[in-house]
């Protein structure tokens, strides 16, 4: 008769995977068996070869039971009526039912689950309980409990090894001395898992032996009569070295007292214990650092309470004095008022029409020019105004900037605001898509060497038969004719939808479909959409949603292009219930931080099959977000991520859709919540806070750890200006919430005595230092300065006109700045008014680098690009606020000293680009600006010059990725430009 080795060996039919190990111990362990009507539970069988292998090696078992949780094995087929597969989680109590209702009593029962201790030890307890009377009880691969990955460790106390360890003691209760239960014993260890084990420690006196090979467990159950030592059984008559012995014979075993064995009267093992006492110290270290920084608080505030004093009592006696004559200023002070306000309210008013009419709208590109022909004064000396622009234009890199400047010059009256005219943005959009463009598009698809087969996903449920039959409509007049439309009718239960849907597959095989009895919502049907599919790439399409007929053309002429990219998405716009295209909304190349605070993706979507294949489809449970987690589970997998920068989607408004009320699907805020908590804590686990709550709807504001011994080196350089100075630091001193930094002051040649006095003041502060850099003024070398003398990890450049706003602005940017994937972090910055001055910068705005949004308020809105009060991925943000890692400047080899004044901070944001990082805006810290009040706006040339070589290929070959190409590059406002840019 062949042992178990050479039957596996021989095996022809599904695949088993066991140990070498593991066949030899179990043709000892399972041999008496062979021939016995016994019943066999394997948990864990893949796919599903070891249950033929019991077949075989049991020719006369009665029942041959399988588990698995993987939903695949549902399609395991069996010729041998003994072997059942039951699918589902065998600790659940809908899947023990099932099995116990097959059979409830086992002779064998093997664990070959998921390994996870917890799981291998609910299911002990679980499962022990069925196994017959001389039975064995099998657990495999017992080694992961070594690993972290299965939640163990060597010296881990509460893996399933550690549980089989204490089992053998369990089995010598007798010999333990001490006044504990076995259910004591046990506690802490099932505790740890949350299992309660009703009548589990009951069983354990039936517990005969416990055997470990190697990574096998292996359980014997016999009853009571067969365990302890029982008598002792002495042979022989001859005891000539000690004859004592043979009184002992017929004696049982008694355990001497053990009350005082410090090792048997622990309430717990040391192992078990250590991870209270680590979060004890945890605690007790936590408390002391903030009591100290409470007690280092009160003596700062003592320090400036007593200055204050001082300070008080200096000014009193003047302002005694002074205070006679001010009561007689003040009522000429208020008649003056009154008369600059009228003039103000007259200048304001005249000022006003000036900026809206349309004279001073059209001739912004000629004072733009005016600008750039100043700053190249240097490559013109001694020829006239003509040459000057001749030479302008004709320089390599500036004629591809001069053309676009000049034709958003001789275009501006075609584009849009904000708040984008729906009779300007028709006109763009005809303009753009013109049937020469589209024709085009379409007979380039002809000549591809692969056309892919594109399937189109659209679930419908209750649609508007109007908006139904457009969307399928606008499928079928695609331009091209590779695709097919998977519909799943998840049970509308409306017969004229029934029938329309029959009709158009019956008039066209491209279209399959399929009908829900029972409404299973968007989850399930997309999923059972995508099963009726058989292309090379998906999209999904809402069942009121509209495709331009250039969409797919368009689509696969970038697969093509991309041949290894899995995952695209597009610009999109928005329908009305008249069929009017309004709203545009034209992206950022892929910004993953812009995805974590907002679905911006939404609309055209494709992904690739092997993709899905990779990932899975939809999540059951997160309806109403349930794409947010599909694209962030995809873009997280997806080897490479393209932007299409057209309009290739038209999102249907009406009263029930987001797209025009967003309150219509309040559920699905909080499923994006619960999507992004899970994504985050997959690709941050350790530094992921769980907090992602924001002020607005469908957006989310992540938060991460800083652990508590991070220092944080906030460097600010100044020349003089004490008053500006003083202001940023005692708002950084006063404000902060996180109190673990340093402020390095770097003195570049400042000549004022108050200065030097300011300075030795604020040098007695533990957390400040003044660091000297008598060089010539360059503003990338001074801040190299400061970070060379910088202890931190993570460095905050800061200009010295700064004032904080946020309290947890620390928190906030060093965080991020943590984060392995992120580079460069920068604040929402405000003028003194409460305007925007820096949300990101653009690299090519206004044809070097400027600020988005720069002196728009601060609100949060959906208009032609993303919301200024969300976080996003940007290509560089502004050195008057940048946080960075200290590891991260140091490798990218800190600020380039070749710029002198202006330049570096935006090169510093296109360099770690091209690392690999990405740079971080983030409105979640506010900031105020006072620009520009401690330097002048001299820019040497040597900062254009370099500019020009170092910002390539952004100014004039490439849009900046995080912008788009669609929006005008010349206005700080985010605003369609011409269609012939």
């Known amino acids: 008769m062949d042992n178990l080795k050479d039957i596996y060996r021989s095996h022809t039919g599904k695949v088993s995977d066991k140990w070498e ?85 086992f002779d064998i029962i093997i664990d070959d689950g998921s390994h996870t201790s917890a799981d291998i030890i609910e299911t002990f307890v679980n499962y022990y309980p069925f196994l017959n009377e001389g039975g064995l009880y099998i657990v495999e691969d017992i080694h992961c409990s070594y690993w972290k990955e299965f939640g163990g460790g060597l010296y881990s106390p509460f893996t399933a090894i550690e549980f089989f360890k204490k089992l053998t003691d369990v089995i010598n209760h007798e010999h333990w001395g001490i006044e504990s239960s076995t259910e004591q014993f046990l506690s802490r260890i099932i505790g740890v898992y949350d299992i309660h084990p009703e009548h589990f420690i009951k069983t354990l006196n039936s517990i005969h032996s416990i055997s470990f090979a190697n990574s096998l467990v292996t359980i014997n159950k016999l009853t009571t009569p067969y365990h302890g030592l029982g008598n002792r059984v002495i042979s022989g008559n001859s005891a000539s070295v000690n004859n004592e012995v043979i009184s002992l014979g017929g004696c049982t075993s008694v355990a001497p007292p053990q009350t005082e064995n410090k090792w048997s009267t622990l309430q717990c093992s040391p192992s078990e214990s250590f991870e209270s006492l680590q979060q004890e110290l945890t605690e007790r270290t936590n408390l002391n650092l903030s009591l100290q920084n409470k007690i280092d608080d009160l003596h700062e505030k003592l320090i400036l309470s007593e200055a204050k004093n001082s300070d008080l009592n200096k000014n009193l006696a003047e302002l005694s004095k002074n205070l006679e004559s001010s009561t007689d200023k003040l009522a000429k002070q208020k008649l003056k008022a009154a008369e600059y306000k009228e003039n103000i309210d007259k200048l304001s008013f005249n000022y006003q029409s000036m900026l809206n009419s349309t004279s001073w709208k059209i001739t912004k590109p000629i004072r733009n020019l005016s600008v750039y022909l100043s700053k190249f004064k240097h490559l013109v000396h001694g020829i006239n105004q003509k040459q000057l622009v001749k030479r302008f234009l004709t320089l390599p890199k500036v004629y591809s900037l001069s053309n676009r400047f000049l034709s958003g010059f001789l275009h501006k009256s075609t584009s849009v605001t904000e708040d984008t005219d729906n009779k300007s943005y028709h006109s763009w959009y005809e303009s753009r898509y013109n049937s020469d463009k589209v024709s085009r598009w379409s007979e380039d698809t002809k000549s591809l060497e692969f056309s892919p087969l594109i399937s189109i996903i659209m679930p419908v449920h209750r649609p508007c038969i109007q908006h139904f039959s457009c969307a399928v409509d606008s499928v ?434 296109v360099r770690s ?58 206005n700080t406002t985010p605003n369609i430009c011409a269609n012939d840019k």
């Open 913 to 970: 680009s091209k690392k690999g990082y990405y740079n971080v805006y983030t409105p979640d810290v506010r900031l105020y600006h006072f620009e520009s009040m401690t330097r002048d706006n001299y820019v040497p040339e040597v900062d254009f010059v370099n500019s020009d070589i170092k910002y390539a290929p952004y100014r004039t070959d490439q849009t900046d990725p995080f912008f788009n190409p669609n929006l005008d590059i010349f």
């Open 21 to 105: 190990l593991y066949l030899d111990e179990y043709t000892r362990l399972l041999n008496k068996f062979r021939n016995e009507p016994i019943s066999i539970l394997e948990i864990g069988i893949q796919n599903g070869g070891s249950l033929e292998i019991w077949s075989k090696y049991f020719a006369a078992a009665k029942s041959i039971l399988g588990c698995d949780i993987d939903s695949n094995c549902e399609n395991l087929r069996y010729d041998d009526e003994r072997i059942n597969v039951i699918v589902g989680d065998v600790n659940d109590d809908s899947t023990k039912s099932r099995i116990i209702e097959l059979n409830n009593r």
């Open 476 to 909: 079928l007049a695609q331009s091209y004719s590779n695709w097919e439309l998977c519909i799943v009718d998840d049970a509308s239960n409306l017969a004229n939808l029934t029938k329309i849907i029959a009709d158009y597959a019956s008039n066209d095989t491209r279209i399959k479909f399929t009908e829900n009895l029972n409404n299973q919502h968007i989850s399930l049907s997309s999923n059972e959409a995508l099963e009726l599919a058989s292309g090379d790439y998906f999209i999904l399409l809402d069942h009121d949603d509209v495709l331009p007929n250039f969409a797919l053309s368009v689509l696969a002429l970038s697969i093509a292009k991309h041949p290894d990219a899995e995952f695209f998405y597009s610009d999109e716009d928005r329908i009305t219930e008249s069929n009017t295209l309004v709203k545009p909304f034209f992206k950022p190349d892929w910004s993953p931080h812009l995805l974590y605070s907002q679905n911006y993706i939404t609309h055209l979507t494709c992904f690739k099959k092997s993709l899905y294949e990779k990932c899975g489809g939809f999540r059951k449970g997160l309806e109403g977000a349930q794409d947010y987690d599909l694209f962030l589970r995809y873009c997280y997998a997806a080897n490479e991520i393209i932007h299409i920068p057209e309009i290739l989607y038209h999102w249907r408004e009406h009263g029930l859709s987001t797209s025009l009320n967003s309150d219509s699907k309040p559920y699905a805020h909080d499923a994006g919540l619960s999507a992004l908590r899970d994504h985050l804590h997959n690709k941050y686990p350790k530094q992921f806070k769980g907090d992602i709550e924001s002020n607005f709807l469908f957006t989310y504001s992540p938060r991460f750890l800083l652990s508590p011994s991070s220092l944080v080196s906030i460097i600010i350089p100044t020349k003089d200006k004490i008053d500006l100075l003083k202001k940023c630091i005692d708002s950084i001193l006063s404000k902060s919430l996180w109190k673990n930094f340093e402020i390095l002051v770097i003195n570049n040649n400042s000549t004022e005595d108050k200065s030097f006095a300011y300075f030795e003041k604020i040098s007695q502060h533990p957390n400040i230092r003044v660091i000297d850099a008598p060089i010539p003024f360059n503003w990338s070398k001074v801040n190299n300065i400061g970070a060379s003398h910088a202890q931190g990890d993570v460095f905050v450049f800061l200009n010295n006109d700064i004032e904080i706003i946020t309290p947890d602005w620390i928190n906030i940017l060093a965080s991020y700045s943590l984060l392995p994937d992120v580079g460069t972090v920068g604040p929402l910055l405000l003028y003194e008014n409460d305007t925007i001055q820096h949300a990101g910068a653009i690299v090519g705005m206004n044809g070097w680098a400027d600020h988005v949004f720069k002196s728009l308020p601060p609100k949060h809105h959906v208009g032609p690009f993303v919301s200024p009060l969300i976080s996003r991925n940007v290509l560089a943000v502004t050195g008057a606020c940048t946080s960075i890692e200290a590891a991260k400047f140091k490798e990218l080899g800190g600020y380039d000293e070749e710029f002198i004044i202006c330049g570096s901070d935006i090169e510093l944001g």
